[in-house]
């Protein structure tokens, strides 16, 4: 940042950056990566419990 050329620069990099809408940039480039449609839930080949199961609900078992 010693050279004028250098900060020169940063002063315009910053003026294109206040220009941004980040926030509308941050949501387009996370809807981007989600996928078209929603996936079809496959069948569960598990038979119904009777109870609750804190194993089973996060996957331990």
Not at 43 to 48: I, K, L, N
Request: glycine share 4%; with cysteine.
């Amino acid at each position: 940042m010693l050279k004028p050329e250098m900060k020169e620069r940063a002063v315009e990099l910053a003026k294109a950056m206040e220009k941004e809408d980040g926030v509308t940039g941050a949501v387009k480039a996370f809807f981007k990566h989600l996928p078209r449609e929603k996936p079809e839930p496959k069948p569960s080949t598990e038979q119904p419990s009777t109870f609750f199961s804190i194993s089973k609900c996060f996957g331990c078992s």
